[in-house]
């Protein structure tokens, strides 16, 4: 019929948990903002592993972590600890965080 475009995009918003038509440049845009994020992410992955101690015995804070990351990638602290907790336990190890004033401490996974 006319007018009915030959296809549709759809997203789906996770705040309201609906979904939304969306036209083609904007599905291109948001695909272009996907991967310059997920690039940031492998580039913070790459210094993390760069600075983490390969022993427990030597293991980092967070704090002491971000301190220690080139200034480049040393950018957006939220998207920090989302790197540095969605690769436990696949590249690096974590302990600790129990108790008053326990932190946790991260060191190279040994896979």
């Known amino acids: 019929m006319q007018g009915i475009p030959p296809e549709w995009l759809v997203e789906l918003d996770p705040e309201s948990n609906t979904c939304r038509a969306i036209g083609a440049d904007q599905a291109h845009r948001a695909g272009a903002k996907r991967e310059k994020e997920e690039g940031r992410k492998d580039g913070l992955r790459h210094a993390i592993l760069g ?14 972590i971000w301190e ?7 950018v957006n602290e939220k998207r920090f600890w989302s790197v540095l907790e969605a690769e436990v336990p696949r590249l690096w190890l974590k302990e600790g965080g129990s108790g008053k004033g326990g932190a946790y401490r991260y060191w190279l996974s040994s896979n």
Request: hydrophobic share 35%; aromatic share 0%.
């Open 68 to 74: 220690k990351l080139p200034e480049g990638v040393r």
């Open 51 to 64: 600075v983490l101690p390969a022993n427990r015995e030597q293991a980092m804070t967070r704090d002491e």
